[in-house]
């Protein structure tokens, strides 16, 4: 007969394990269950066991979904964590995704600023004559977001120069696009953020009037805003509600 250790090494081999439906199945203890989990070289997150050989693979999905994200969104810094789960493996078990996500973000083999991840080696910068564009320009951007096209001509460049350029410096984290070629100052869209968060502690969810009338600008801009949020997986839309999804999202000590 098949022993507890075999069944678990064989389950474990054809995709994640939830411990409690092997336990139940093999009427397992509690106590016998945790022994046998820990036997082997797995990685265990809230309920879930996963084989080394099968999270070795998820980890190849995981950079080359991270690589192409690079390739395509040439404007951000990154993806969060559970914008990079959805992508990748949305259908294996959440906790074991973001388990794994930590693990390789501790093994140094992703990388993260303010919760968003990207390659180690992923890195912008200006060239010197961005630099120096860079810092003519830098001091206009206030508290209100910019325009590609109105920057340029304040600015008096070339309209496609200043698009690079204000791409390269999104990369970096200094600016934020809220939608395409639309530039807040990265410490704004901070600052909404905490908005979101004080808003969810407090009612449980953000609606775009609440968020309007708390940050007194027009609906359509705090409309732009809140969908930015969505779009990239700090919240999720509900109605019309913007529920907090992943609050490791714009958080310092990531």
């Given at each position: 007969a098949r022993t507890d250790a075999d069944a678990l090494?064989?389950?474990a081999s054809r995709g994640a394990v939830a411990l409690a439906t092997f336990g139940w199945a093999r009427q397992l203890s509690a106590a016998s269950l945790n022994a046998l989990a820990g036997s082997g070289d797995y990685l265990q997150a809230n309920g879930y066991l996963l084989s080394s050989a099968l999270a070795a693979h998820w980890q190849e999905k995981l950079l080359a979904t991270l690589a192409r994200y690079?390739?395509?969104?040439?404007?951000?810094?990154?993806p969060g964590r559970e914008r990079l789960r959805r992508m990748t493996l949305p259908s294996e078990p959440e906790p074991l995704?973001?388990?794994?996500?930590?693990?390789?973000?501790?093994?140094?083999?992703?990388?993260?600023?303010?919760?968003?991840?990207h390659l180690p080696g992923h890195k912008a910068?200006?060239?010197?004559?961005?630099?120096?564009?860079?810092?003519?320009i830098q001091g206009l951007f206030g508290d209100e977001p910019w325009w590609?096209?109105?920057?340029?001509?304040?600015?008096?460049?070339e309209e496609q120069a200043m698009r690079q350029l204000l791409r390269l410096a999104a990369q970096q984290g200094f600016i934020t696009a809220i939608v395409k070629d639309r530039y807040y100052r990265h410490d704004r869209i901070v600052a909404f953020a905490d908005l979101i968060?004080?808003?969810?502690?407090?009612?449980?969810?953000?609606?775009?009037?609440?968020?309007?009338?708390?940050?007194?600008v027009g609906r359509k801009l705090a409309i732009q805003i809140l969908e930015y949020f969505d779009r990239i997986g700090f919240t999720r839309r509900r109605g019309n509600e913007h529920l907090l999804r992943d609050s490791a999202l714009f958080n310092s000590a990531l």
């Open positions: 090494r064989l389950h690079h390739e395509t969104h040439s404007e951000e810094p990154g995704v973001l388990a794994l996500i930590e693990r390789m973000r501790r093994d140094g083999q992703l990388a993260s600023r303010e919760g968003w991840l910068g200006f060239s010197e004559a961005q630099q120096a564009l860079w810092e003519k590609v096209r109105d920057l340029a001509r304040e600015a008096g460049e968060r004080a808003l969810d502690r407090e009612k449980g969810a953000t609606v775009a009037a609440d968020f309007r009338d708390s940050l007194n």
